[in-house]
C-alpha cells in the first residue's frame, strides 16, 4: 500500500515561503492526482491544491495567487509552496493521493 | 466553487444506535464525486466512502454512503466506541472542497 511522507521546516517567519515536500513510497508517483490539504488547529479541513502525474494543477482559488505545487517523478515526491505565509496559514499540512490515501501531517507555525 | 454544508455539526449517541449525518451541497455535484472521511484526534483523516456510495478498503460494511446531485449521506449503522470521531464531506470535481465537519460523540 502507497505511503506518503511530509517533510520541511516546522517553523516560517512571517512573509517568508513556505516549502514542504511529500515522499511517496510503495508505488510510483507517475500516475493519479497528488494532493495537499491544510488544517489550522481545532478547525476544519482545507484543500490547497492538486497535481497530476503530468504536472498539470489546480488550486484553491482563494491561494492560487501564493501557491505552487510541482511534481519530481525522478524522486517519487511532490512539493507545495507557499509565498508569503502569515500565521494564519499555520496549520497541519497533509499530502495526499488524491481524495485517498493521507500523510500523517506536520505542523507548521508561522512566527517570527 | 461548491460549498458543503454538513448537520448536524454535532451527533451525541450512544453505542448500538444509528448515525445519519447529512452533506449538502450548493450545486449538483458531477458524477457523485463526493467522499466521507473520518478523523480522529491527532490523527490524519481517513478515506470511508467514495463516489458517494463505495466503500474504501478495508471499511466495514456498517459505513455507507447515499445521495446524488445536491444531498449526500452517510450512515454508520450501530456505532462501535471507535466510531466516535469528526466526519467530513468533501467533493473532487473540478475544484474540491469540504464540508465543516460533523462531531460524533458519547451520549
Known amino acids: 500500500q502507497v505511503q506518503l511522507q511530509e517533510s520541511g521546516p516546522g517553523l516560517v517567519k512571517p512573509s517568508e515561503t513556505l516549502s514542504l515536500t511529500c515522499t511517496v513510497s510503495?508505488?510510483?508517483?507517475?500516475?493519479?492526482?497528488w494532493s495537499w490539504i491544510r488544517q489550522p488547529p481545532g478547525k476544519g479541513l482545507e484543500w490547497i491544491g492538486y497535481?497530476?502525474?503530468?504536472?498539470?494543477?489546480n488550486y484553491n482559488p482563494s491561494l492560487r495567487s501564493r501557491v505552487t505545487i510541482s511534481v519530481d517523478t525522478s524522486k517519487n515526491q511532490f512539493s507545495l509552496r507557499l509565498s508569503s505565509v502569515t500565521a494564519a496559514d499555520t496549520a497541519v499540512y497533509y499530502c495526499?493521493?488524491?481524495?485517498?490515501?493521507w500523510g500523517q501531517g506536520t505542523l507548521v507555525t508561522v512566527s517570527s | 466553487e461548491i460549498v458543503l454544508t454538513q448537520s448536524p455539526g454535532t451527533l451525541s449517541l450512544s453505542p448500538g444506535e444509528r448515525a445519519t449525518l447529512s452533506c449538502r451541497a450548493s450545486?449538483?455535484?458531477?458524477?457523485?464525486?463526493l467522499a466521507w472521511h473520518q478523523q480522529k484526534p491527532g490523527q490524519a483523516p481517513r478515506l470511508l466512502i467514495y463516489?458517494?456510495?463505495s466503500r474504501a478498503t478495508g471499511i466495514p460494511d456498517r459505513f455507507s454512503g447515499s445521495g446524488s446531485g445536491t444531498d449526500f449521506t452517510l450512515t454508520i449503522s450501530r456505532l462501535e466506541p471507535e466510531d466516535f470521531a469528526v466526519y467530513y464531506c468533501?467533493?473532487?470535481?473540478?475544484?474540491?472542497?469540504f464540508g465543516q465537519g460533523t462531531k460524533v460523540e458519547i451520549k
Open positions: 495526499a493521493r488524491g481524495w485517498e490515501q
Open positions: 510503495g508505488g510510483s508517483i507517475s500516475s493519479y492526482y
Open positions: 497535481i497530476y502525474y503530468s504536472g498539470s494543477t
Open positions: 450545486q449538483s455535484v458531477s458524477s457523485s464525486y
Open positions: 463516489g458517494a456510495s
Open positions: 468533501q467533493q473532487y470535481g473540478s475544484s474540491w472542497t
